[in-house]
Nanobody, 121 residues
Framework: QVQLVESGGGLVQPGGSLRLSCAASGSIFSINAMGWYRQAPGKQRELVAAITSGGSTNYADSVKGRFTISRDNAKNTVYLQMNSLKPEDTAVYYC???????????????WGQGTQVTASS
C-alpha cells in the first residue's frame, strides 16, 4: 500500500514563507514525476509545480520566481519552498507521485491527503 504524507502547511502573513514536504512510502519500485497541486474554495484544482526524476521542473506562471520545487530521490520526498506568499496562494495543497509499485506494474498517480496553506494578516 502506497501512502503520500504531506506536512508543513499553516497560517502565514502575506510576504512570508512556508516549506511543504511530501514523503511517499510503502511498496514502491520507482517514482517518475512528483508534483504539487492546489485547490482554493470554489475553484478547480490546478498545477503549482512538478519535477521529474531527473530534476526537470515546471511551474505555474502565478508562482514562478516565488516557489521552488525540489526532491530527494533517496527519501522518496518532494518539497515546495514557498516565498513571498500572497493571499491568493491560500488553498489546500496536494502532492502527487507517478510511480510503479513493482517492476511488472503500470505506473499510477497517487495523491496525498492535502495540507492547508493560508496567507492572511
Amino acid at each position: 500500500q502506497v501512502q503520500l504524507v504531506e506536512s508543513g502547511g499553516g497560517l502565514v502573513q502575506p510576504g512570508g514563507s512556508l516549506r511543504l514536504s511530501c514523503a511517499a512510502s510503502g511498496s514502491i519500485f520507482s517514482i517518475n514525476a512528483m508534483g504539487w497541486y492546489r485547490q482554493a474554495p470554489g475553484k478547480q484544482r490546478e498545477l503549482v509545480a512538478a519535477i521529474t526524476s531527473g530534476g526537470s521542473t515546471n511551474y505555474a506562471d502565478s508562482v514562478k520566481g516565488r516557489f521552488t520545487i525540489s526532491r530527494d530521490n533517496a527519501k522518496n520526498t518532494v518539497y515546495l519552498q514557498m516565498n513571498s506568499l500572497k493571499p491568493e496562494d491560500t488553498a489546500v495543497y496536494y502532492c502527487n507521485a507517478d510511480l510503479q509499485e513493482n517492476s511488472g506494474s503500470y505506473r499510477r498517480r497517487y495523491w496525498g491527503q492535502g495540507t492547508q496553506v493560508t496567507a492572511s494578516s
